[in-house]
């Protein structure tokens, strides 16, 4: 395999929001996940370990020479909204800070394989449990997500806390800081492949290092996180229809 192109977020993106409602901690009356005991957002399913990170990993690490800056601290034009419009969200000292009700941002520009370095926060002002704190995602394609949560301290649904490939693959351990603070994710993400008869040949794989700790290593992805029709939530995940290896990224 060629080597990954490097796509660098390469200065601060402050895009969760607290969310009013606490959620359930799980279910147990959603389909089982293939090859697993587990149902999709299983209560009964073990949370991964809390592990401290180290202080610092990546955060505000110049990028590479070979980058794509995504945003750098000033200019967000590599963004739209997701009909290709501006995006809503504003500049706030440095960060791009999302803006309620305006919706998602994803970028202009599409990529297939590619590594990301993302810095986040979750909102200080602790709001609200499990899904309903601190909640969003990286939505590769709009259909695979590594979630974004405020896990510290919150437990929910092993599959749907931080660095999370939803409803799939808890991460290895959860390594998450407190509310307000910078956290850092590394993705690696290889697109899926489809022959020309659109049988799939090659499954989506995802690396996750969260604050420095390997928490996803080559996973496959069972299908598309976000289910086919917008049925994310509690829904088992399928490939669905074929689509190019490159895709952008959505906050």
Same mark, same amino acid.
């Given at each position: ?10 200065? @601060?993106? !402050? ?14 009356? &959603? /389909?089982? %996940? ?15 370990? %809390?592990?401290? /990170?180290?202080? &610092? ?10 980058? %794509? ?12 909204? $997701? ?5 809503? =969200? ?12 305006? #919706?998602?941002? $994803?970028?202009?520009?599409? !990529? ?15 709001? #609200? ?18 979630? %974004? @949560? ?19 693959? /808890? ?6 800081? *407190?509310?307000?603070? =910078? ?8 697109? /899926? $492949?489809?022959? *020309? ?23 496959? @992805?069972?299908?598309?996180?976000? #289910? ?11 490939? #669905? ?6 895709? !952008?990224?959505?906050?």
């Amino acid at each position: 395999m060629k080597p990954f192109p490097v796509f660098c977020a390469a200065s @601060l993106l !402050f895009f969760v929001a607290n969310c009013p409602a606490a959620e359930s901690l799980g279910y147990t009356d &959603t /389909p089982l %996940i293939p090859g697993t005991q587990w149902h999709v957002h299983d209560s009964e399913r073990p949370r991964p370990a %809390i592990v401290t /990170p180290g202080a &610092t990993f990546s955060h505000l690490a110049p990028a590479p020479s070979d980058a %794509i800056i995504l945003f750098d601290g000033k200019d967000a034009s590599r963004w739209s909204d $997701r009909n290709g419009g501006e995006a809503k =969200w504003i500049l706030n000292d440095g960060a791009l800070e999302s803006v309620r009700g305006t #919706g998602m941002i $994803r970028t202009r520009d599409k !990529f297939a394989d590619f590594q990301l370095h993302l810095e986040f926060a979750t909102p200080a002002k602790v709001e #609200g449990s499990s899904q309903g704190r601190g909640n969003s995602g990286v939505m590769i394609n709009g259909m695979y997500e590594i979630q %974004i @949560l405020d896990s510290y301290d919150n437990p929910t649904y092993a599959d749907g806390q931080a660095a999370a490939l939803y409803g799939q693959y /808890p991460p290895l351990v959860n390594a998450s800081k *407190p509310p307000g603070q =910078w956290q850092t994710y590394e993705i690696v993400f290889e697109s /899926p $492949r489809w022959n *020309p008869a659109g049988e799939l040949t090659k499954k989506a794989a995802v690396t996750v290092i969260h604050n420095g700790v390997v928490v996803q290593h080559r996973e496959e @992805l069972l299908g598309r996180t976000d #289910g086919i029709g917008g049925l994310a939530h509690k829904s088992l995940a399928t490939y #669905g229809t074929p689509h190019p290896p490159a895709v !952008f990224i959505e906050l």
